[in-house]
C-alpha cells in the first residue's frame, strides 16, 4: 500500500484560500485514485473531491463545488486541493485516501484502501 501524508492545513480567516498536498510515496501515485474528506468535530465523515489515477475525471460535493478545485502532479507524486472562499463551515480535519485504479473514474464514498493522518483547517467565525 502506499503512505499517504497530508500538508497545507492551518488557521485561515473567512473568505481567504488554503491549497492542501497529498505526497504519495511508495508506489507510483498514477496507479490510483485519490480522494479527499473531512470530517469536523461531532460530523460524519463527508467525501469533499475525488481525482481519478490520470486526472481526466474530477467530482465534488455540492458543499465546495466552484470553491474547490483538485489536481495532481503525478510526475511529483502530489495530488493538491485548492480550496478557496473559505467559511467557518470548511472546518474541519482533511484527509486524502488512495484506492487501485480501475479505468479512469473515481468517488466521493469512503471506500478507500489506504488514508493519511489529515491535517487541520480551521476557519473561524
Known amino acids: 500500500q502506499p503512505q499517504l501524508v497530508e500538508s497545507g492545513g492551518g488557521l485561515v480567516q473567512s473568505g481567504g484560500s488554503l491549497r492542501l498536498s497529498c505526497a504519495v510515496s511508495?508506489?507510483?501515485?498514477?496507479?490510483?485514485?485519490i480522494g479527499w474528506f473531512r470530517q469536523a468535530p461531532g460530523k460524519e465523515r463527508e467525501g469533499v473531491s475525488c481525482i481519478s489515477k490520470g486526472g481526466s475525471v474530477t467530482k465534488y460535493a455540492d458543499s465546495v463545488k466552484g470553491r474547490f478545485t483538485v489536481s495532481r502532479d503525478n510526475a511529483k507524486n502530489i495530488v493538491y486541493l485548492q480550496m478557496n472562499t473559505l467559511g467557518p463551515e470548511d472546518t474541519a480535519v482533511y484527509h486524502c485516501?488512495?484506492?487501485?485504479?480501475?479505468?479512469?473514474?473515481?468517488?466521493?464514498?469512503?471506500?478507500?484502501?489506504?488514508w493519511g493522518q489529515g491535517t487541520q483547517v480551521t476557519v473561524p467565525s
Open positions: 511508495g508506489y507510483r501515485s498514477d496507479l490510483y485514485i
Open positions: 485516501a488512495a484506492r487501485l485504479a480501475v479505468g479512469e473514474g473515481c468517488y466521493l464514498k469512503p471506500d478507500y484502501d489506504t
